[in-house]
């Protein structure tokens, strides 16, 4: 994903209904194609970035000596 990747995304996530819906009525066929794939692209980051999220907060909840041997365990696989 490059910049202009971002700045796409940008626009889809922050502009209102009535500038979403221009867009839509000016776009062509390969832009809602490009559209929809990098928003699922989007979407995986965001599944993602959950899911780290949930890890990590996991680890930091864990004691001290279970954190060290999830830590090796993970090293070692």
Not at 24 to 41: C, E, P, Q, R, T
Not at 58 to 72: F, G, K, L, R
């Amino acid at each position: 994903m490059d910049q202009r990747d971002l700045d796409n995304i940008r626009f889809l996530v922050n502009c209102t209904p009535e500038q979403l819906r221009e867009w839509y009525n000016s776009a062509d066929d390969g832009d809602l194609i490009y559209a929809s794939h990098i928003m699922d692209v989007y979407a995986q980051y965001l599944e993602n970035e959950i899911a780290y999220q949930h890890i990590e907060k996991q680890i930091s909840d864990m004691p001290v000596m279970v954190e060290a041997q999830a830590v090796i365990a993970m090293v070692r696989n």
